[in-house]
């Protein structure tokens, strides 16, 4: 059975930081990319990070580059997400998903961990 599994979230000042993993199990973690999603309260999904499957590639929106970190371990079958600078906005539940590259173009994601939530707040 695949799961993945989320921890790390809480409440943090603006300014703060806070680093979030995901823990997989079910099937081979280093044969896939893997991206965090998140959603904000009332607002759709938005794609934060994506990494390759030895870490050797990472992607961000350029509204995160500089102040999120995407990083892997293979041996440990866990993801991680350094989260610095956190704002009010960055308040979100924090997905890890499993991707599914279909082509240079597409790709999609098939397993979803629970979730965990960031508060940012004063």
């Known amino acids: 059975e695949v799961q993945l599994v989320e921890s790390g979230g809480g409440l943090v000042q603006p300014g703060g930081s806070l680093r979030l993993s995901c823990a997989v199990s079910g099937f081979t973690f280093d044969d896939y990319s893997m991206t965090w999603v998140r959603q904000a309260p009332g607002k759709g999904l938005e794609w934060v990070s994506t990494i390759t499957w030895n870490g050797a590639n990472t992607y961000f929106p350029e509204s995160l580059k500089g102040r999120f970190h995407i990083s892997r371990d293979n041996a440990k079958n866990t993801l991680y997400l350094q989260m610095t600078n956190l704002k009010s906005d960055d308040t979100a539940v924090y997905y890890c998903?499993?991707?599914?590259?279909?082509?240079?173009?597409?790709?999609?994601?098939?397993?979803w961990g629970q979730g965990t939530q960031v508060t940012v707040s004063s």
């Open positions: 998903a499993r991707e599914v590259r279909v082509s240079s173009y597409y790709a999609f994601y098939d397993y």
